[in-house]
């Protein structure tokens, strides 16, 4: 392939950059002399890691390897591909921060469900590797073994959950076998409800998933009991299941910045609609994220707006940092109109590998970014790429996917209409869904990238994914080829303000206080509701908590909120007790209630001094109540009817009227 060293030394100045022919055979002594010099070391090659990590032995600093050869080199533009390397060694040169694992262990006992013999064979075929109970669903004739070497039950599975090494499933219609049956199994009378525990589950059942995402539950194996050689993987994936197993935990969860709730009433649920697995469930004023059942899609992350969900794979802000080195090296090194491809390693790996070995390659403006779910990418990511130069974001996904991406399109929606209302003419975000090689390659060569910023941004910042969010928008507002103050935004983004009807408004200031990010606000010294708009997060706390229904949410971008000063939605006049003077609520309410309550009620005679207990503050009031004399309950009725709810509706409505 051809290597274009002019374009690298351009970006790479202070590094000795090296060329080879046969760096893994012939020339391999030059690599283990650079492998002893100290700092740091960028090998692009990934096809001979395990030969140079060898060679390398136990080197203070790790060293990075980038693959070069199918994501720029073999290709059609090769020739033009120097500025793409350049833009690939920066990136991969950015520092990934080690994620957290999660320990999971399972010792062997696995449910074989299914319909029929086939799930008594995979019995068979693992009874001398795990501890294996067979449980059949509505059996027909199936005739018992002459031995038996493991149990084998009736029963259906009503409901399942757990995971990895901690399964719990309901079953209905359960029943051991007789031990006299003969030619038939013949079960015992059978019960529901019953519960059973394992570390596995192989599904063969041809039923329903025990799971949503079912392809994403660790521990859970299902295949077609028509198709024998799906069975023998499954068979063969569970036998390798025993021990104790480390996998990532995803998601770095800090409860107290959640806004799900408080009080027990709902505010932002955005994660618990788009979990596909079910790993996140309700904990009180926050959400529970189970790190054994999570799969690592990270759409809770991208959408959570207050930054109490984040990425681990890498942090939000590492992906900034890898995607800054990579654009602003590609300009650097003279590349025109970059166009970024986010893609997974499982699936898109393989398509570019395939696309450089069997077809014509990525075209050079190409800059394929590896990413452990495309899923995880946010808002604050693509913001980003277009504030350091990107033409278009395109996003490869699998033709059939997983699981539910409602995330990720939330997400592109919001994206367009960011770039679209900042002047970015045409589709510049959008995915490409494909398992072919040859289509992923004909897509790309057909896109028309557009026009990119004048100046680059070049800022460099780390933290949560909101504040990320607030420094990229507003870079991208400054170099927007039309910026504009306020853009609208779709329902369920992370941003906005709030509309109040201040007519129906009484300044209880509920949801003051349930406000968590302190966008509402009140003042100490007068009754006033005031809001900052750069807080809002959208969560819908303030909109659930209103007794009086009269706050509306409005998702939408102000770019000058960041600078704006708190904006007062209404204040009034403040009560004034009339025994001490001291402000103790609002005027207009404490007049509303006073002008209600007397000749009305009978504890409130019309012209009687009693009335004046409503105008005075908390202190003031038990001091009248103690130096006078207050029954409350003088002139009761001596039997009243019970009042009902039916009662107090009735004379509120006739008080509306």
Known sequence: MHLDTASVRRVCRN???????????????????????????????????????????????????????????????????????????????????????????????????????????????????????????????????????????????????????????????YAAPRPSSRDAFIFETSRSGATSRC??????????????????????????????????????????LVGSFDKPK???????????????????????????????????????????????CGQCAAACPTGAASYALPPADTLLHKLRAMLLAYDQAGGIKPVVLLHDGEHGAPLIDALARHGDGLPANVLPLAVNEVTQIGLEAIVAAFAYGAANVH????????????????????????????????????????????TLGDTLRSIEPGATVQRPATFRTTGKRRDLLRFALTELHRAAPAPTDVIALPEGAPLGAITVNV?????????????????????????????????????????????????????????????????????EEPALCIRCNKPFGVKSTVDKIAAKLEGRHWMYPASNKRIDAIRMCADCRVITMSEQPFDPFAGVPERAAPRTTEDYLHEREQDTK
């Open 503 to 571: 007519d129906g408004c009484t300044l209880c200031l509920s949801c003051v206080s349930a406000c968590p990010t302190g966008a509402l606000r009140d003042d100490p010294d007068r009754p006033a509701l005031k809001f900052v708009e750069d807080a809002c997060v959208q969560c819908g706390l303030c909109k659930s908590t209103c007794p009086e229904k009269v706050i509306t949410l409005t998702p939408q971008i102000d770019f000058t909120a960041a600078t704006a000063r708190t904006r007062i939605i209404k204040e």
């Open 15 to 173: 590094s000795e950059i090296a060329t080879f022919h046969h760096l893994c055979r012939a020339e391999l002594e030059q690599f283990r002399n650079a492998a002893k010099a100290e700092g740091s070391l960028t090998v692009g090659c990934t096809q001979e890691v395990p030969l140079f990590s060898d060679e390398a032995g136990e080197r203070p600093q790790p060293i990075d390897f980038v693959n070069l050869r199918e994501t720029a080199g073999w290709s059609a533009e090769g020739a033009q591909a120097g500025p793409k390397m350049a833009a690939l060694l920066a990136a991969a040169a950015e520092p990934t921060p080690d994620f957290p694992l999660v320990n999971m262990s399972s010792e062997g006992v696995i449910l074989i469900y299914g319909r029929d013999e086939t799930a008594i064979e995979a019995g068979r075929l693992l009874a001398d590797h795990l501890d294996v109970s067979v449980m059949i669903t509505r059996p027909a004739q199936i005739a018992p073994p002459s031995t038996t070497s493991f149990p084998i039950v009736k029963g259906t599975i009503r409901s399942a959950k757990g995971h990895f090494g901690s399964f719990e499933l309901t079953i209905d219609e």
């Open 395 to 438: 996003l490869l996904l699998r033709a059939k996917p997983l699981h539910d991406m409602a995330g990720l399109w939330q997400t592109i929606t919001m994206a367009d209409a960011v770039l679209s209302g900042l002047g970015f003419a045409g589709r510049r975000i959008s995915t490409i869904d494909t398992d072919d090689p040859d």
């Open 199 to 240: 570390d596995l589950v192989l599904d063969l059942s041809d039923g329903p998933p025990l799971f949503p995402a079912h392809d994403l539950r660790d521990g859970y194996l299902r295949a077609d009991p028509r198709d024998p050689a799906a069975m023998l993987r499954a068979v063969l994936k569970a036998r390798d």
């Open 250 to 296: 995803y998601i770095d969860f800090t409860a107290d910045l959640c806004a799900h709730s408080r009080s027990k009433l709902t505010g932002c649920h955005r994660c618990l609609d788009l979990c596909p697995t079910g790993a996140i469930t309700p904990d009180g004023d926050h959400v529970r994220i189970s790190a054994e059942i999570c799969a690592g």
